[in-house]
């Protein structure tokens, strides 16, 4: 029988999610050969560039690491680690066909969405942004096209209603190395028969950007909520008041039938601030001024008592 910790395995993988499950196989004596990741970038206000986090776990063990801004080029490289698998887990990069023939047991990928939902860029965000109430890790096999190849096991995780992007990443972390752990050997052993996808039931995601973090106060409190819910704790969604930018980033929906024109300031007080949205309104509970802190409601209340009044209307246009 075939062991997941004794063949050669090649990981392709950036961020936090991969810097987690790259860890957990290394602590578990996987047999790891080298780390393909993006290249590193500036980080922070003063744009210093740091490692990507999978970079910083291998050099912490003393991983051979290798950065391409496009790997398709390096397939040559690739070739001469002798890889047996490939397991990718949010690298961002096309594998080109070249490569994926590359290892005798194929490339796998870790993909956080219940296959063929939410293929593309930003799943974790849209199962948020819908409102999804479960989502998961889709162990699949990678081919020509994104995200489209057979789809050998899923473990799922539920989505609580206090669950944001940040809350949500933690658990599909522990999903992807518990993903691994339950059906790799499997895989390895043809023990899988892997499922085709339904293209009838395929939806797409694309890359956030600077304009989908503008909260439009047009829109009903229930999908703003899950707009704020999607991009907290980073990037963060904001409304922009006198020239001065304002993430939120905990809100609660809040029933409510007046006729106030959306985006109207309806209540602020220590206890509530509240925007009028086209059904119902929304309750900030958590807030960053442009320039300062993240901080709950009543402590900014504190020191900003006279920010905003009852009538003010807040339009980012």
Known sequence: ?????DIR?????????????LEKMLENKYNIIGLVAQE????????????????????????PVFQYSK??????????????????????QIISHD??????????N????????????????????NGDEETGISLMEMVDKMDAGRVFAIEKVKINLDDNFSSLVEKLKIASFDCVEKYLDAYLNNELEGIEQNENNVTFTKKIKEEDEIINFDGDAETIFNKIRALSLIPGAHFTFNGLK??????????NNSQEIPGTIIEYNKKNFIIKCSKNALKINLIQKQGKKVMN???????????????????ND
């Open 1 to 5: 029988m075939i062991s997941k910790k």
């Open 71 to 92: 790997v398709s080029k390096h397939v040559d490289e690739i070739i001469k680690l002798q890889p047996d698998l490939i397991l990718t887990l949010a690298f961002g």
């Open 9 to 21: 395995i090649l990981f392709f993988g950036t961020p936090e999610i991969s810097a987690f499950l």
């Open 297 to 315: 409601f009543s402590d900014f209340y504190n020191g900003n008592a006279k920010e905003f009044k009852i009538g003010d209307l807040i339009k």
């Open 40 to 63: 590193d970038k500036p980080v922070g206000r003063k744009g210093n560039i740091e490692p990507v986090p999978t970079k910083k776990v291998a050099l912490k063990y003393n991983l």
């Open 246 to 255: 304002y993430k939120v980033l905990k809100s609660e929906v809040v029933n």
């Open 110 to 129: 870790l993909h956080a969405s219940i296959l063929p939902k939410y293929r593309g860029a930003a799943p974790i965000q849209y199962s948020l942004l």
């Open 99 to 108: 490569l994926l023939m590359v290892p005798k047991y194929g490339c796998l």
